[in-house]
């Protein structure tokens, strides 16, 4: 029921929204929850468990019941606490977890069977046969659990990340939040002052309270408004801050477009932040702890302090008859707000029998509310005193059972809260969180006075720790009064009385984990599922605690409580992955001939971030073997032309360049001749190969090294390490220079006179022998060109600057295809090298020594290197490791496959009759059959010896012959015509 | 988690590559035992506690740093550059 003249809503903008397809009305300000309970809708939810009816509890984001669905189709948003959600035009929601409506829920037959499905019952029940568990068990316990369900659809809204930096962040603007930020604003210090809520203020937007002679709210309002003013503040409203981590690094979510129609998929609907801050104030509040009661769950059973908020923020009666369950003097305050709104109070029942009343209300002390009736709403209340009981009509109850500061972020590194029995709460412990000072509620300082001048405090502890000087601020007047409670944690009796609303955990669930000796808290939880969930037991852990404490006869501090982890409310993984969606998880290298490549049809395939062409489909080519086929037989009979720029270029330049390479190569670079080319190979300290590839020397002092593709960056930082952490005295700079330049392949008989047709000085195998390097002019283009070969063939490597790529790879394409030569792709490239035996990251993979590739004599003797001591060791020696031999084929079956295992031709395919392992394949139309390179038990020993093959994956077995790996050209002869 | 790299400032940790503890600037002579070398390509202490580590920055400067960070807190207690911190030991 809507109030007249009360709340922070602007009735003059009303706004239709629909819950359950039914249409109604609230203003600009209302959140769902309010905006329902002023349409008197209290059924809104039906609990996880047993189905019952459940109706708002809270006013903000520990709501255990009110979680509604947003919105429909892929937009749709499960699981929204109707105390979050701002009302706009057109909002759509809708309850969870009922079928077949809200009002009639086929599952509530669960309630029913209550007495069985307590503690444990899933972990007793579900136990044989094990094959049930995952094919039926699960499926039925997933189906009855409920919380809302994704939609199983891509959603297209629009998530963002961003980063912020301050000097001090302010967590809650409460009064507590607000005088710290305008205490640290005024002195000059760039503050952050992040809030929940749709508008600042906490508490002081919720009660009666009056700050400087004026409304709370219009207090909190002036301050605003002066921080607005700041150019060294941001606020930051809807932001929750959502965890802390270490150096001063927090995460908060910004719903920054939950409150509006804004769906279009341009509109951000969350940011998730990162703040850096040097000092921190959380001034975050406290949170109202429920009294377990039997049947303390019907809809219209409310925190006192939420009636509270929906009379005063609101302008909404939860009632037209409330009555008051309280242990303590706060919880009084409800009747009187009430009674100011004109809304019938019938008592107010506390437990305390010396409790005074604090207005004209009836007062019952000393009792406790030990049952309720009502369906679906409540319909009244029985009362227990010691002279007897008596039961009260009543729609509304509004319990309070004490405040329990909010310590949920100060315990996520590890920290754990301070038990304070005067307050009869956890208190966040000091020091918890590096550079982070509480102040206020949270800390359980809860009278208004109190949270301003704790704010202050904690503002001049901020500016003392940054050097700041403070500047006098005056602590405005507010009420003081002392914060009077009793500890009541569950009312004795039979039947069912609630802890966590969520997950329908009651006070016999916490007693009988304790009696079958899940005494500890983290068991406790785990077996009654006790603080899980969204709201992560926000309203009931720690009355759980209590009992726990009281059925295992320790005391509440020892009982301690369960692990604090991040995010202190829900957050969307697509808000925390926001920028990492689709492309910007992988974001697309593209090679200077991207553009010509596609044109000509070319599939690319993916090599780390870069995009390389497959191969290139001719006309009435229908599957990738005849293109490949073809390829590959171009560049053995006329010239092709590969894009090889993906591999990693590093320049390197000073008077000990040479020496470095000496040192991360095991062969000799020092001796290299200018103008000549060398392979390497690298490896890491502990004797394994890293790397291999060319390196170029264009003068004394400057060489080019190649990488592979795939090492690029790892070489990279290999460099820098040796470079700065073991070899600081050497004289020598590098940079990678990969995307600077655009560099083809150009391999095949005719190489040579393709090179002179578009060289402006013609070359001779004289003047360019194999490996030979040097600048050249293409075009009229400074370049470089390499006498190198990955293919076997008579081969060059011609590189220009990058901006010319373009243009350079269609001159040679188009002078290929005159030659009756052509543009070839990665898998012709795969099989032109496996023809010769080339390795790959596919052959070194980590796992693999120079000895393994046959390389051991590349480590010279003369020198050091990395790696070079690892690699002697003798079981890396060993004659009988696996070492790099070639396959072919020589059964009935001819198709190999990479990630086959050998096995003896007589003998099982098991672990232990494993020879090696296939890492190469391709079909070779030079030799008209598979070729395969791979590891095989004592190598070279072994070749002539037939095997059998098994791909247990594919289910594909052969019978292979073990052959030398270079099947073509063993000698070199045809890359030196 | 932030770093303090002392060539960029105090920089979010996913600008950098993490390499494990500062043993790995005390490379061995050639001629050292196996045992030498075993030890520092292996063994490490593992204890919790402050430990000296090496850190890259990569998506920064690119220097290497020798980071000193308490495993049980994660807090930071200094950090200089490699190229420093094998200088002075040389």
Known sequence: MRLANKGLIDRKAPVSFSFDGVTYNGFQGDTLASALLANEVRLVARSFKYHRPRGVLTAGSEEPNALTTIGSGAQADPNVRATVQEIYSGLEARSQNAWPSLGFDAMAINDLAAPFLGAGFYYKTFMWPRAFWERVYEPIIRRAAGLGALSGQANADKYERAFAHCDLLVIGAGPAGLMAALTAARAGVDVILADEDSIMGGRLNAETHRVDGQAGCDWAASVVAELADMDNVRLMTRTTVTGAYDQGTYGALERVNHHTNLRDGKAVLETFWRIAAKQTVRAAGALERPIAFQTNDRPGIMMAGAVRAYVNRWGVAPGKTVTVFANNDDAHRTAINLQDAGVHVAAVIDSRANAKALGDYRLITGAEVCATSGRKALESITYRTASGSDSISTDCLAMSGGWNPSVHMTCHMNGRPTWREDIASFVPTAGSIPNMTVAGACNGDFSTAACLAAGVTAAQDVLAALGVKFVDVTIPEAENSVYKMEPLWAVAGKGRAWLDFQNDVSVKDIKQAARENFRFVEHMKRYTTQGMATDQGKNSNVNALALLADATGRGIPETGTTTFRPPYSPVSIAAMGAGAQGKGFMPERFITSHAATVERGAPMMEAGLWYRPSYFPAKDETNWRQSCDREVNLVREAVGICDVSTLGKIDIQGPDAAALLDFVYTNMFSTLKVGRVRYGLMLREDGHVMDDGTTARLSDTHFVMTTTTAAAGQVMRHLEFVTQCLRPDWDVRFVSVTEQWAQFAVAGPKARDLLNGVLDTPIDNDNWPFMACGDVTVAGVQGRLFRISFSGEHAYEIAVPARYGDGVFRLLLKQAEAMGGGAYGMEALNVLRIEKGFITHSEIHGRVTAFDVGMDRMISAKKDCIGKVMAQRDGLLDEDREQLMGFKPVGVVKQLTAGAHFYPEDEEATPDNDQGYMTSVGFSPTFGHFLGLGFVRGGPARAGDRLRMVDAIRGIEAVVEVCHPVFLDPKGERTRG | ?90
């Not at chain 2, 035992?33 to 920055?57: C, F, I, T």
């Not at chain 2, 998506?59 to 049980?72: D, E, L, M, Y």
Request: negative net charge.
């Open chain 2, 1 to 90: 988690m932030r770093l303090p790299c002392p060539i960029c400032g105090e920089r979010d940790i996913r600008e950098f590559y993490y390499q494990g503890a500062a043993v790995a600037l005390d490379r061995p002579d050639l001629e050292a035992s196996v045992e030498a070398w075993q030890d520092y390509v292996y063994l490490r202490d593992n204890q919790p506690g402050p430990l000296r580590e090496m850190w890259h920055h990569d998506s920064g400067c690119s220097a290497w740093i020798v980071v000193t960070r308490n495993t049980a807190t994660h807090e930071v207690l200094g950090a200089a550059l490699a190229t420093d911190v094998k200088r002075t030991k040389a």
